[in-house]
């Protein structure tokens, strides 16, 4: 069994808001027994390297910590500084094994675009990821959710090109879920036969259609998603707000 926590969208931007929120949410992780803690995308607010050097601090965690881009980040500074590695403009595409599981980062990021879509680079990559451990379950993570969330504003703005990444998923049935942020709110739903599970937002929340005020609610507490793998390949999700402090147990 493993258990491993979700976060995204922390927007750091070095104001005091976002900074303390992220490290509101990384302490109460750090207390927990998990074997990994995910991020999926959107680390920085404007992609610049000052905010990565604030990420490389924020984030810092007992756990690994496993991340991929979203659409606020920028994918020399996020390698060169977030990563340590010799800055490029390709995806930023990594593939990570914890607890016997495959965790593909896929970077869904289009330079200089808000919506998502997967370059012929990364599925060609993650159809690479999955043949080789046909046998040990996957996870794949990515910013932008792939379908309509009911959300007007985050819909125009998902993952286009779907079907190519459910012509992947067919291929190989040891996926057990699709992991994505981006939305700023907790949600579940399926994509290709498989949950698609996507974390709430650190930074803020958003409103769904009808409720009043500003799109993004920027009061409520920000959330995370506990995700646990039993040794039957059973999946369970359980979202939480974190309200402040620190925790020893989820």
């Known amino acids: 069994m493993i258990t491993f926590a979700q976060l995204s969208d922390t927007h750091l931007d070095g104001g005091e808001r976002a900074g303390e929120r992220a490290r509101r949410v990384m302490r109460h992780l750090d207390g927990l027994p998990l074997d990994a803690v995910l991020v999926t995308g959107d680390v920085a607010d404007h992609g610049a390297p000052a905010e990565y050097e604030e990420a490389r601090e924020v984030l810092r965690s007992p756990h690994p910590v496993l991340t991929c881009p979203g659409n606020h980040d920028r994918r020399e500074a996020f390698r060169k500084v977030l990563l340590g590695e010799e800055p490029s403009g390709g995806p930023v595409d990594r593939v990570h094994e914890v607890g016997g599981a495959v965790f593909a980062m896929c970077d869904s990021s289009v330079p200089g675009e808000d919506h998502g879509y997967l370059a012929d680079e990364t599925l060609g990559w993650l159809d690479g990821v999955l043949g080789d451990r046909p046998g040990a379950p996957a996870f794949v993570c990515l910013h932008h959710p792939p379908v309509t969330l009911g959300v007007p504003y985050v819909d125009g703005i998902r993952l286009f090109g779907e079907d190519r990444l459910a012509a992947v998923l067919d291929r190989h049935p040891q996926v057990v879920a699709v992991l994505c942020g981006h939305a700023h709110t907790a949600a579940a739903t ?56 620190s925790s020893t147990s989820a």
């Open 190 to 245: 399926t994509f290709a036969g498989r949950p698609l599970l996507v974390a709430p937002g650190v930074v803020s929340t958003i409103r769904l259609p009808g409720q009043a005020g500003a799109v993004a609610d920027h009061e409520a507490p920000p959330g995370v998603a506990f995700h646990t793998l039993d040794d039957e390949r059973r999946l369970t999700t359980h979202y939480r707000a974190v309200t402040g402090g």
